[in-house]
């Protein structure tokens, strides 16, 4: 049968190992179309584990499907800054040419449509992925062009080259986004230090990793090196999962080889052989290309056996696909997620440092972090910390979309202020606010404009998302709120219960049957999951709707039906049956809010 030899040929390119579990659904589901109960029976069987293993993994990831999808398989982008452009009218006109509701598929099983969370398509929305293969700069013309081959039963290979060329957008380079490193110059320079001389020289940089946390990369490269153990390995970071980020896209598109050097280095530094990227689920496209670059590196000796002919700097990279999980942002969950398990994030201490893959030491940097550490190699630690501040040195990429007439990548020495951002993207006028670091991060009004991103400022994973004056704040909370409700992973009471109880109540709010209650009850549930939510996921949560609050409490207001409580149903329509079974429309039978 197909369906066996698809997955017995998955199982044995990853050796029959559970360790790839998530990479063998992903394949086996890439044969089949989606994973019946008989697939995943098939998966358990062979690689000798219980088939309820197969299904926790099954269920946790947004790609992966129980249920039958159509061949064609659509996903709009629901990101804020897509709805902005217009994604949801598009996302309806699919509906309605294929007649059928979302999630769906069509009576034939041609197609199926639905909406999914940021593609890191921002700069050029609204965006789709088409069975996982991005599609930018969708328009009424280009939606009803995608349907016309869809029911064509047109092959995704012959559709237009244009409807798949997704743009870099480099708007203001610095030394990462500028003409591409020459190959093997940073492994040379590293060769030349020294395995001690790289730490030395990382520590007198003082780089701190650029996804959001800022902790000192020489130091983390330390730790995990010093740490007890003969296994150690490096992992990148490339699940760039927070909304109105694309940075990482574009470096892993233009600048891969940077980004490999980079993770070579560190393997280099701290003792390791082997590393990890892991890949987002909705950059899958992107992994051909990859492995090109991999295999490009390996014939030249810049990865693999004897690096640059240096003996004993032995270092090779394989790459994991996630599969639509923003919690494997987290360290933990993705270390989770490549040992094929659901991503849910570990307890900590103990850190991957010290406790990491397979409970082994191990150094966990962001893609744009690796970049940076060719740039230490090349050109020393104390000429890396000449730019930027003395608590934030180097460079920072940030991904601008939203409201501005230049959307697209800004790389600039920390300590900008961000109305210099604003300026050069084009967007100096009429601003409302700007979302720093994704629903996640802090909601800047102009009067914070002269404010400057570094890490004692503002720091930012890279996002920066403008919105202007004619734009609904509320709205924008709203989205974001929706978004961490369906992003939980579930594992802890807090994050499970507080998102989803937020966007009950935001819910309540949109409809016009909002109080200061369903307001007093978001900060309270938003206290609770700050405190006691097991992850950033949780704590960080209701940021948007407390700042919405704060910042623009009038968006909210308006919407408010009563100062202090309103019931979430109409009490008087409910007692419409009642009534009519009585045959009763006097006064009394009716339900007044004011008595």
């Known amino acids: 049968m197909r369906s066996e030899n698809s997955i017995a040929a998955a199982v044995k390119r990853h050796n029959s190992d559970p360790l790839y579990l998530v990479q063998i659904i992903r394949e086996a589901q890439a044969a089949e179309g ?42 709009i982008s629901d990101n804020i800054t897509d709805r902005m452009q217009g994604s949801l009218s598009l996302f309806e006109r699919l509906l309605g040419r294929f007649g059928v509701k979302r999630g769906e598929v069509s009576a034939d099983g041609l197609v199926s449509v639905d909406l999914t969370s940021c593609t890191g398509l921002c700069d050029q929305g609204p965006g789709m992925l088409v069975n996982n293969i991005a599609v930018p700069r969708l328009s009424e013309a280009r939606i009803d062009a995608i349907a016309d081959l869809i029911e064509a039963r047109t092959p995704l290979g012959h559709w237009p080259a244009e409807f798949f060329h997704v743009e870099d957008n480099v708007r203001r380079a ?25 730490l030395d020289e990382m520590k007198r940089s003082n780089l701190r990793g650029r996804g959001g946390a800022g902790f000192a990369t020489g130091l983390k490269w330390e730790a995990a090196r010093n740490a007890p153990g003969a296994d150690r390995y490096i992992v990148c970071n490339a699940d760039e999962g927070e909304p109105g980020t694309f940075k990482d896209r574009v470096l892993l598109t233009s600048h891969p080889g940077r980004i490999f050097e980079g993770m ?51 270092f090779d990279v394989e790459i994991h696909v996630g599969a639509g999980a923003y919690v494997c942002g987290e ?5 989770e997620s490549i040992e094929g398990k659901p991503g849910r994030p570990r307890v900590r201490p103990p850190f991957p440092a010290t406790h990491g893959y397979l409970g082994r030491p191990t150094a966990i940097n962001n893609v744009e972090t690796l970049c940076q550490a060719t740039e230490v190699a090349i050109n020393g630690g104390a000429a890396f910390a000449g730019q930027g501040t003395k608590h934030s040195t180097g460079s920072k990429i940030l991904s601008v979309s939203g409201d501005c007439e230049r959307p697209g990548l800004y790389e600039y020495s920390f300590g900008v202020p961000i109305a210099q951002v604003l300026e050069d993207a084009g967007a100096a006028r009429d601003v ?12 800047m009004t102009p009067d914070q404009f002269t404010r400057r991103i570094a890490f004692e400022d503002v720091p930012t994973t890279g996002a920066f998302m403008v919105f202007g004056g004619q734009r609904d704040l509320f709205e924008v909370a709203r989205n974001f709120v929706h978004f961490f409700a369906h992003e939980s992973c579930g594992f802890c009471t807090p994050c499970r219960v507080g998102t989803s109880l937020q966007r009950q109540m935001v819910e309540k709010i949109a409809e016009g049957r909002g109080s200061r209650y369903e307001i007093n009850e978001l900060m309270r549930v938003r206290g609770l999951m700050r405190r006691m939510s097991h992850c950033g996921l949780g704590q960080m949560a209701g940021n948007a709707i407390f700042d919405g609050w704060s910042k623009f409490r009038p968006a909210f207001e308006r919407r408010l039906l009563a100062a202090e409580f309103a019931p979430a149903i109409d009490l008087d329509a409910a007692l419409s049956p009642a009534r009519a079974v009585t045959g009763r429309e006097d006064e009394r039978a009716h339900f007044h809010a004011e008595a």
Do not use: H, N
Not at 331 to 335: C, D, F, G, S, V
Not at 432 to 443: D, F, R
């Open 432 to 443: 409302a606010a700007v979302q720093v670091s994704g629903p996640a991060g802090v909601l």
């Open 174 to 198: 610095g030394p990462l986004l500028q003409a591409p490193m020459t190959p093997g110059r940073a492994l040379d320079a590293a060769i030349a230090l020294g395995r001690q001389g790289v």
């Open 264 to 314: 070579a280095i560190a393997g280099y530094a701290i003792g390791a052989t082997r590393g990890f990227l892991y890949l987002r689920g909705e950059y899958e496209y992107l992994k051909p290309r990859l492995d090109a670059e991999l295999d490009r590196m390996r014939l030249v000796r810049r990865l693999g056996p004897a690096i640059r002919g240096c003996a004993g700097f032995d």
């Open 34 to 75: 989606w994973l019946s109960r008989e697939t995943q029976g098939e998966i358990a069987e062979r690689l000798k584990i219980p088939i309820t293993r197969v299904e926790s993994v099954v269920k946790f990831y947004s790609f992966f499907y129980d249920k039958p999808r159509g061949a064609y398989r659509l996903l």
């Open 331 to 335: 360290e933990t969950a993705l270390l």
